[in-house]
């Protein structure tokens, strides 16, 4: 049986947004309102009956164009009220390109919720740098442009601030952070949590040029502790991003 939702460390985003849903094997569509939702979970309102405890597969319309499909474990009901039913779902098969969807979702429909998380998590008088440098203090915080005698990357490095969303699903990990530098192979950046290298996530880059969140995913090549909640990673990616780079040199 899964861990119960209430111990995930995800972000859950509050909303009262009216949706609709298709239940595995139904014919039609049933109408429903999303209370909240979380890259591992969804909490439903509506009026069909669900059992406790038990796998449920179906897909969700979020919007005319967002729709997801997953299979969940009903994890609580709430008796009902004036004949809706409340549920917590948690995920337990949904696709990587579905994760995607609810970042995209969220971005568009509640972009003040993304707007929040990074000011409680990234406040602008947190990190010591600016776009075009990363100027750190301390043992462990060079500047990771090195020499490139020393540099064996076959991708150049550009220094960027861009708030960076990360997920790794497997150790149940979720924040925000900034970049300090970009590749078409790999980013670095500043955290207020630490990472353990060889730690799988999937990044989100918040690019100023008002398109979509530019998604990755990668592995932590290393970690710094810079200072207290101050830690200094870098990740490679799984491939490399040339399209994705020009975007962010574009918006730099």
């Known amino acids: 049986m899964p861990d119960s939702p209430n111990k995930r460390k995800f972000r859950r985003w509050q909303m009262n947004h009216p949706a609709s849903l298709l239940l595995e094997g139904a014919v039609a569509q049933a109408c429903c309102n999303i209370l909240d939702l979380s890259l591992k979970g969804v909490q439903l309102a509506f ?3 669900l059992d406790r405890d038990k796998f449920v597969r179906m897909r969700l319309i979020l919007a005319s164009d967002i729709h997801l499909n997953f299979e969940a474990w009903v994890a609580w009901h709430k008796i009902p009220r004036e004949g809706v039913n409340t549920y917590g779902l948690y995920f337990t098969k949904i696709s990587d390109s579905d994760k995607e ?3 995209q979702f969220i971005c ?5 919720h993304i707007k929040q998380q990074i000011c409680e998590i990234v406040p602008s008088n947190t ?3 600016r776009t075009g440098q990363c100027a750190l203090s301390g043992q462990g915080g060079e500047i990771m442009e090195e020499k490139k005698s020393q540099d064996r990357r ?9 708030p960076l969303r990360f997920l790794d699903a497997g150790a149940n990990l979720e924040g925000i952070a900034e970049t300090c530098d970009v590749s078409a192979k790999g980013i670095g950046f500043l955290s207020s949590q630490q990472i353990a290298p060889r730690s799988p996530l999937e990044v989100w880059l918040e690019i100023p040029d008002k398109g979509e969140p530019l998604y990755a995913r990668g592995e ?3 970690s710094k502790y810079l200072e207290p909640n101050k830690y200094r990673i870098g990740i490679n990616l799984e ?3 040339l399209m994705g780079l020009s975007r962010v040199m574009r918006a730099a």
């Open 108 to 112: 568009r429909f509640y972009p003040s």
């Open 220 to 222: 932590v090549a290393w």
């Open 154 to 162: 076959i991708f150049d490095r550009f220094p960027t601030r861009m």
């Open 127 to 129: 990190w010591p740098y």
């Open 239 to 241: 491939r490399a991003d």
């Open 47 to 49: 009026p069909l009956k």
């Open 101 to 103: 969807k609810i970042y």
